[in-house]
């Protein structure tokens, strides 16, 4: 899932020639230069034989041949002089001195070598002027190819970590919140009850090192976050007493599918706050889970009272901003009350472990 990086990236730096890239680049110059000398001999030989039904194949590739070993060693040459000196419109007659130096450069070292390979005269003429354009032009259309994956490589690291940032900050937030919720109605049970307060503190520093020790893995099985569910419930069930009353729906094969971590938190701590505890009589919690053809439908029903509820409250951006994160489209958020019951319904694609694996 990719996003579109706002603003402007840098270009990726020029990356140093290695002796792998000197290699790569001169064993690419004669795979290719090679096979369009072969293709010439043979041409060269169809032509001989309907003249001369005697001339032999080897006459007919020995100049190919050297023409084309002769191109493949200055290619390489050619291709990294590009890569280091592009020809640039901010630097318009500075490009141009230079691509007639390095023209000039060229044809004397193609007809230098021409002659070592294959001792005869061999002068300059308008093909290799014309050769020598035709790899400049190829070189740049491969070194602006390169760069362009480089760019796209870069801006996708550059995606992702942004990503990975947002997601930490919008995990970041979940801790403050959740602790200072239950911090809180710690501190309100203190006035009645020091010996519950004591054991919640107690219960609470088991939880909070339960979430750090997940809070690097972005999915978890269902499972594992169902039993920090029902260790943070039974956390509130100290407080509340009898007048939590909670319930879990959960279909069997839904335990091994792998969710955000801490998804049902921030969404079941608004049902007990603002649902159970907002009431003198308490209410009742109902998570369900279960599978629906390729999705994970997680659903928390809660009682609630009259009055306005608020729909963008921090738990729900939150989770809302982490399911865009994690999943962009594939993934949504639906809260409704309706009739006294107040019901948050996640929809996620279905992945198991798995399947992560091979991702």
Request: aromatic share 8%; proline share 3%.
């Amino acid at each position: 899932m990719e996003k579109v990086l706002a603003g402007r990236t840098s270009l990726p730096k020029k990356s140093k020639i290695g002796a792998r890239d000197v290699l790569r680049a001169y064993s690419y110059a004669f795979a290719g230069w090679g096979a369009f000398a072969l293709l010439m001999a043979i041409q060269m030989y169809v032509v001989a034989r309907s003249i001369n039904p005697h001339a032999a194949f080897l006459d007919s590739l020995v100049l190919p041949a050297v023409r084309g070993a002769t191109t493949a060693l200055l290619a390489p040459l050619l291709y990294f002089a590009v890569l280091k000196w592009p020809f640039t419109k901010t630097r318009f007659w500075t490009s141009v001195l230079r691509y007639i130096a390095l023209a000039c450069g060229f044809l004397l070292a193609f007809i230098g070598l021409r002659w070592l390979l294959f001792p005869g005269w061999d002068y300059i003429n308008k093909r290799q002027v014309v050769l020598f354009l035709i790899m400049v032009i190829a070189a740049h259309a491969w070194v602006f190819h390169r760069q362009s994956q480089l760019q796209t490589l870069k801006q996708s690291n550059l995606q992702r970590e942004v990503a990975e940032l947002q997601l930490q900050l919008l995990q970041m937030q979940l801790h403050p919140h959740f602790i200072f919720n239950t911090l809180h109605g710690i501190n309100t049970l203190m006035e009645r009850d020091v010996e519950t307060a004591k054991t919640m503190l107690l219960h609470l520093a088991d939880l909070l090192r339960a979430a750090i020790s997940s809070q690097s893995q972005d999915l978890v099985q269902l499972k594992q976050e169902l039993e920090f569910i029902s260790s943070y419930v039974a956390l509130e069930r100290m407080r509340l007493g009898s007048r939590l009353q909670v319930t879990f729906d959960v279909q069997d094969t839904a335990n091994e599918a792998l969710v955000p971590y801490m998804i049902l938190q921030p969404i079941v701590e608004n049902a007990i706050m603002h649902g159970v505890a907002a009431s003198r009589v308490g209410g009742w919690v109902n998570i369900a889970c279960r599978i629906e053809l390729k999705s994970v439908l997680l659903e928390v029903l809660n009682s609630t009272t009259a009055g306005p509820h608020k729909a963008d409250g921090l738990g729900l951006r939150n989770t809302r901003a982490r399911l865009q994160n994690l999943f962009e489209h594939e993934a949504t958020l639906e809260f409704t009350v309706r009739e006294g019951v107040a019901s948050t319904r996640i929809v996620l694609p279905l992945i198991t472990a798995r399947e992560a694996v091979t991702r």
